[in-house]
């Protein structure tokens, strides 16, 4: 991440902007990584979120010929669902789980197959996916989520596309610092773990080998 910058000029910056998904995100604009060379194989899928676009570092495998969900929209148009394609693994590694899964934010799997608030189906996060346009699927299109390898989003949490926990929501167990609000900084804290400090929008409040996302600290697998 380019940290400190309003990369799209929308007035939010790094984490506060909903299009950044983690430090390892140098886009704000849309949810592609703004990273070179990462994501660019529109079929065959690693860790979406791990900032690279190698294969076999984190022993997740996925490929979008294998989701029913995929009509070919946006990145994927070269790959629609095949009933007869045979790689289609019914679930990820352990490697994959350990390494990927502390990267992906709350409601989404390893491959950046999100669910967001008030849209009925699971997203893509393709190049032309902004928040502006969840519900449009030529931009964001609909896909399944692999669930060996993706993180569930509670009510009182932060997740892809929420910026803010609800008032009513109570986190006086929430674990780590209080006070720090929801991405923007407002508002009750989003909840995380008892061992986790709550860190919001702000990436510096993260100990070391640790990583914030989804307004927690979450501890990195090396």
Same mark, same amino acid.
Not at 149 to 167: F, N, S, Y
């Given at each position: 991440?380019?940290?400190?910058?309003?990369?799209?000029?929308?007035?939010?910056?790094?984490?506060?902007?909903?299009?950044?998904?983690?430090?390892?995100?140098?886009?704000?604009?849309?949810?592609?990584?703004?990273?070179?060379?990462?994501?660019?194989?529109?079929?065959?899928?690693?860790?979406?979120?791990?900032?690279?676009?190698?294969?076999?570092?984190?022993?997740?495998?996925?490929?979008?010929?294998?989701?029913?969900?995929?009509?070919?929209?946006?990145?994927?148009?070269?790959?629609?669902?095949?009933?007869?394609?045979?790689?289609?693994?019914?679930?990820?590694?352990?490697?994959?789980?350990?390494? #990927?899964?502390?990267?992906?934010?709350?409601?989404?799997?390893?491959?950046? #197959?999100?669910?967001?608030?008030?849209?009925?189906?699971?997203?893509?996060?393709?190049?032309?996916?902004?928040?502006?346009?969840?519900?449009?699927?030529?931009?964001?299109?609909?896909?399944?989520?692999?669930?060996?390898?993706?993180?569930?989003?509670?009510?009182?949490?932060?997740?892809?596309?929420?910026?803010?926990?609800?008032?009513?929501?109570?986190?006086?167990?929430?674990?780590?610092?209080?006070?720090?609000?929801?991405?923007?900084?407002?508002?009750?804290?989003?909840?995380?773990?008892?061992?986790?400090?709550?860190?919001?929008?702000?990436?510096?409040?993260?100990?070391?080998?640790?990583?914030?996302?989804?307004?927690?600290?979450?501890?990195?697998?090396?």
């Amino acid at each position: 991440m380019l940290r400190c910058i309003d990369n799209d000029g929308d007035g939010r910056i790094d984490l506060a902007d909903p299009e950044c998904v983690s430090p390892l995100d140098n886009d704000e604009s849309s949810f592609a990584t703004g990273i070179p060379g990462d994501n660019v194989d529109a079929c065959k899928q690693d860790c979406f979120f791990d900032g690279n676009s190698g294969m076999g570092d984190d022993g997740c495998n996925w490929e979008l010929k294998c989701d029913p969900a995929n009509v070919g929209a946006g990145s994927a148009a070269s790959c629609p669902y095949d009933p007869s394609y045979k790689n289609c693994p019914a679930t990820q590694s352990q490697k994959c789980i350990n390494s #990927c899964e502390a990267l992906t934010p709350k409601g989404c799997d390893c491959f950046g #197959c999100c669910q967001v608030d008030g849209i009925d189906h699971a997203i893509r996060l393709d190049p032309t996916c902004t928040a502006a346009n969840f519900g449009d699927p030529a931009k964001c299109p609909v896909c399944t989520q692999q669930t060996s390898c993706m993180k569930t989003c509670g009510p009182c949490q932060l997740c892809l596309g929420r910026t803010t926990v609800d008032p009513s929501c109570n986190v006086s167990g929430a674990g780590g610092a209080s006070g720090n609000g929801g991405a923007g900084g407002s508002g009750p804290p989003p909840q995380c773990l008892s061992d986790q400090i709550v860190c919001g929008n702000n990436a510096a409040l993260c100990p070391a080998r640790t990583i914030c996302i989804s307004g927690c600290c979450e501890v990195m697998i090396f």
